[in-house]
């Protein structure tokens, strides 16, 4: 696949400026543009002209080219996810740049009426109704909140201190069963000691309680906080994978992309609220 440069990619966009109203440049790869021209289609209004977007790579180029980007009349906007420095709290303010309010774009995808759409497009012997309650939305979801909101809150205490932790993924806490794949909390409370143990090794046992405290106190144990600061690439699509293997006769499974061109077609809009406004109050 051709690589651009990222001189090229500004070239590009202006070349492609009369296809758009507002010129949006967002993290990801080629490959997620069409996620995002979904997206948007969905998002904003019609009379408002969103055919491409510009991805630029990390977070941090996306960043980089804010800061750097020429002065002009185009309208732009810069889109980042939140990461685990909106967990700790820590936004970065530019003009023309927007932090998501979610740890990455994909948290936003996440809601009963897409996670049912999503198992019954994969299943194909039950209705939705059915689904939906085979389902049980918030108790399937529940089973994860508490340990997963915990593991992420001991990430954002590493990163507060500049630390570094390693992501992995909702597959690592799975053990397979009979072909089945459950939940292990003993597995994820395993790490969250392991990362407790650290923090307190390297800050102190002070530092560590002031921070777990003013984290917890904030982000309690419930689905709201739980589809906000989880990852959604890393954990909540892994987690609606296995949720949909208990409903399919085959055990394969799509690639992440086809979960998220399927996601973004029934995702409740209102989940992006802010950045629709943004978008049609700078035009």
Same mark, same amino acid.
């Given at each position: 696949?051709?690589?651009?440069?990222?001189?090229? %990619?500004? @070239?590009? !966009?202006?070349?492609?400026?009369?296809?758009?109203? *507002?010129?949006?440049? /967002?993290?990801?790869?080629? &490959? +997620?543009?069409?996620?995002? %021209?979904? @997206?948007? !289609?969905?998002?904003?209004?019609?009379?408002?002209? *969103?055919?491409?977007? /510009?991805?630029?790579?990390? &977070? +941090?180029?996306?960043?980089?080219?804010?800061?750097?980007?020429?002065?002009?009349?185009?309208?732009?906007?810069?889109?980042?996810?939140?990461?685990?420095?909106?967990?700790?709290?820590?936004?970065?303010?530019?003009?023309?740049?927007?932090?998501?309010?979610?740890?990455?774009?994909?948290?936003?995808?996440?809601?009963?009426?897409?996670?049912?759409?999503?198992?019954?497009?994969?299943?194909?012997?039950?209705?939705?109704?059915q689904l939906s309650a085979d389902i049980e939305f918030e108790n399937w979801l529940s089973n994860y909140s508490e340990s997963l909101i915990q593991l992420f809150i001991h990430f954002a205490i590493v990163n507060c201190h500049g630390g570094k932790f390693t992501l992995f993924n909702a597959n690592k806490y799975h053990s397979n069963i009979g072909g089945n794949y459950t939940f292990n909390v003993a597995l994820v409370n395993q790490d969250i000691a392991i990362l407790k143990e650290e923090i307190i090794e390297k800050y102190g046992v002070t530092s560590y309680t002031e921070k777990y405290n003013e984290l917890n106190a904030k982000w309690t144990n419930n689905i709201d906080n739980f589809l906000t600061i989880v990852s959604g690439k890393d954990y909540l699509i892994p987690i609606l994978l296995i949720k949909t293997q208990h409903f399919k006769a085959s055990k394969s499974l799509p690639s992440i992309e086809e979960v998220k061109i399927n996601l973004v077609q029934y995702f409740d809009t209102n989940n992006l609220k802010k950045l629709k406004e943004v978008i049609e109050l700078s035009l």
């Open positions: 696949m051709l690589e651009y440069t990222d001189e090229s %990619k500004r @070239l590009v !966009s202006t070349f492609l400026a009369y296809r758009n109203d *507002i010129d949006i440049y /967002t993290e990801d790869e080629e &490959k +997620d543009k069409e996620f995002y %021209k979904v @997206l948007f !289609s969905r998002l904003i209004k019609p009379e408002i002209k *969103i055919n491409d977007i /510009t991805p630029l790579g990390c &977070k +941090d180029k996306v960043i980089e080219r804010c800061k750097n980007e020429p002065k002009s009349d185009r309208k732009k906007l810069f889109i980042v996810d939140g990461d685990i420095a909106f967990v700790n709290g820590n936004i970065v303010e530019l003009e023309n740049l927007f932090v998501l309010d979610r740890y990455c774009i994909e948290n936003f995808l996440i809601d009963k009426e897409s996670t049912c759409n999503f198992v019954y497009m994969n299943c194909g012997t039950k209705s939705k109704e």
